[in-house]
């Protein structure tokens, strides 16, 4: 059975994607996260539907645990455990409040986490996707100051990884915790449209996407926040308000369908390089951001990106190095 691999497929939008996925015929699923004990607990929630989950365990800020994760998901493709990846959908992300704080690797908690982990998981990935396969990162509407999304959380910044990784340190006043977020998503949808370039010219058949799924309440995005904002991000009040302003918004149910549409539907294998958004019930194709189709910071980004994992010759694929 095709195997799906999801980060953070066992909360929010990741678990709706999960129900919707386990549902299909002939799939299995592989979530991956670092706390066990939740993923297990919504692996059983998903069994009972009749689906084959199986677990990873992975803290995708963390360069030395992606490192032995994808090693492990080798292991497993190897012996048989799983089949070949038919998606792999880097949906983890996050929102860091308070002071800024560093990864184990000593880089900024933001861009550790929507960005260098789940680049350095598809480096070590890549060419274990099958033909035609997908690889969806969920990326976020806010990385458009264009839009009122943008406005909203915070102009995004220079995707200047070399600068990303060291914001707040020696003294400088730091990028505000919006702006960050936003910044990580500009770099995410980079990445796509990267990838999407090296894979044609390497004639691979895998499909590249990014994906919005809008402004989506009770989803764990805003951990990190006080618990008031998080109540009051829940409440009707705040969703009319938010809609006023034009912020898109979504649900939970749809933005996780929208999620596996874009894993196995047919109907997105044209969707290389492309940006979708699910906005009030509507999922369609956008243009993304002005600065997302800038080809040089693209570029720097992705080459700057491999030195910051520490891309061994080894670990490098075929796949993504014809740039």
């Known amino acids: 059975m095709p195997t799906i691999l999801i980060t953070g497929g066992h909360s ?16 299995t699923l592989l979530l991956a996260g670092r706390d066990l004990d939740r993923m297990e ?38 012996s048989g455990e799983i089949e070949e990846l038919q998606a792999v959908l880097c949906n983890a992300g996050a929102q860091f409040m308070g002071p800024v704080s ?35 990162y969920t990326a976020s509407g806010t990385h458009d100051p264009d839009t009122a999304d943008g406005k909203v959380v915070g102009k995004a910044a220079e995707p200047d ?13 730091p990028l505000s915790t919006g702006v960050r977020y936003t910044t990580s998503k500009l770099c995410d949808i980079l990445y796509v449209h990267e990838m999407d370039k090296r894979l044609r010219r390497a004639n691979s058949s895998i499909v590249p996407i990014a994906f919005d799924p809008g402004s989506v309440a009770g989803t764990g995005l805003l951990r990190t926040h006080p618990k008031p904002v998080q109540v009051l991000a829940k409440t009707s009040l705040m969703k009319w308000v938010m809609r006023r302003m034009g912020i898109t918004m979504s649900s939970v ?23 979708f958004q699910a906005k009030d019930d509507r999922f369609t194709e956008q243009r993304s951001s002005i600065k997302s189709y800038d080809v040089a910071a693209a570029l720097k980004l992705w080459t700057d990106s491999e030195a910051l994992v520490h891309l061994r010759p080894d670990e490098r694929s075929a796949l993504l190095s014809a740039g």
């Open 12 to 27: 929010g939008i990741g678990l709706e994607c999960s129900k919707q996925l386990i549902a299909k015929p002939r799939v």
């Open 41 to 78: 607990v919504a692996a059983q929630q998903l069994r009972a539907k009749g689906g084959e989950v199986k677990l990873l365990e992975m803290d995708v800020s963390s360069l030395t645990s992606v490192r032995t994760a994808a090693a492990r998901c080798r292991t497993m493709l190897d």
């Open 102 to 136: 560093y990864s184990p690797d000593g880089y900024e908690m933001t861009f550790a986490t929507n960005c260098l982990g789940h680049f350095l998981l598809i480096e070590l990935l890549i060419d274990k996707v099958a033909q035609k396969g997908r690889v969806v």
């Open 161 to 173: 990884a070399l600068v990303l990784i060291d914001v707040g340190k020696g003294g400088d006043k």
């Open 253 to 275: 149910e749809f933005s996780g369908a929208a999620l596996a549409k874009l894993a196995v539907d047919p109907a997105y294998a044209t969707g290389s390089g492309k940006y």
